[in-house]
């Protein structure tokens, strides 16, 4: 298996595979499918869910299931409660072997954030779909609608399995010479619209790498040479360590994924800007210059 096929994989194999599962008995480990369909204009997926999914798959809320609901002073997304984390992934139906495959709407810019929250809970043995269900549907697989019946997982969860960086690290990790990227557009990187957070702009020395650039003009991500130039483009290399940031920790996990691709660890400050915004002590650069 390639670095790539660990990460993603295609809607031909991932139908492959579904259909070589239905074979196995009822005990064996299976493929679950978590639909993470969220956007920032659009944040209850359920309609949506309920109209169109792949078949099998399950409903994963974001606001609720992925994250805590605290201080504005903590962000928008802070982390989930490990328990809580453990308990929204029971009732997914996620069993100890089973392995995950996650979606979204179209770009995986959402479910970038549950393949990143599981992989930091321990659980390794999770993919997204590439290109999303637009994928799915335009390969003509089958889809259903309705919310379907789960039965209840056992799997186990835990919590710091991944790199993070709190508010207290941010100035430290730029002035220790590390790359860190703000995944949110430009517009907003610069200053020159903020829709959501209180103050416009970015953190100072951050670089701006929107998340739009990890993919194709079909929504799947670039391939891996492409990425790793993308990356060394902004100063990306093995020596400097990396962290990623954006509004408000949920798309940061996609391009996360995307330095994953190119064969890069990466940190994640989950407050991001809206946790730095809500810090009026804190300082703020507007304009294209880190």
């Known amino acids: 298996m390639t670095n790539r096929d660990s990460i993603l994989i295609t809607a031909q194999d991932l139908a492959a595979q579904l259909r070589a599962e239905r074979d196995l008995p009822a005990d064996a480990p299976r493929t679950r499918l978590l639909d993470v369909r969220w956007t920032l204009p659009q944040p209850d997926g359920r309609a949506a869910f309920a109209e169109t999914h792949i078949p099998g798959a399950v409903y994963v809320d974001l606001d609720t299931e992925l994250a805590e609901h605290k201080s504005p002073r903590d962000g928008r997304h802070p982390l989930p409660d490990p328990d809580h984390l453990q308990r929204a992934a029971r009732s997914w139906g996620i069993r100890e072997q089973d392995q995950v495959v996650a979606y979204d709407g179209g770009g995986n810019y959402a479910s970038a954030r549950v393949w990143w929250v599981l992989r930091n809970a321990g659980f390794a043995r999770v993919r997204l779909l590439d290109g999303a269900l637009p994928a799915w549907v335009s390969a003509g697989f089958p889809v259903e609608t309705g919310v379907p019946e789960v039965v209840t997982g056992d799997v186990t969860l835990g919590s710091g399995h991944l790199p993070v960086i709190d508010l207290d690290q941010v100035t430290s990790f730029v002035a220790a010479g590390g790359a860190l990227l703000d995944a949110r557009a430009p517009e907003r990187y610069q200053g ?43 100063g990306v290399d093995r020596t400097r360590s990396v962290g990623v940031y954006c509004g408000s920790g949920v798309t940061a996990a996609h391009n996360l994924v995307g330095l994953a691709l190119a064969g890069f660890e990466g940190a994640l400050f989950p407050g991001s800007w809206s946790q730095w915004s809500n810090h009026e002590e804190l300082p703020v650069a507007t304009g294209i210059d880190p």
């Not at 701006?208 to 799947?220: I, K, V």
Request: charged letters at 35%; aromatic letters at 4%; a negative charge.
């Open 192 to 234: 020159l619209e903020e829709p959501v957070d209180p103050r416009a702009g970015h953190i100072p020395g951050a670089l701006n790498a929107p998340t739009g650039e990890n993919l194709d003009d079909s929504g799947r991500f670039r391939p891996v040479d492409e990425l790793r130039d993308r990356f060394a483009e902004l």
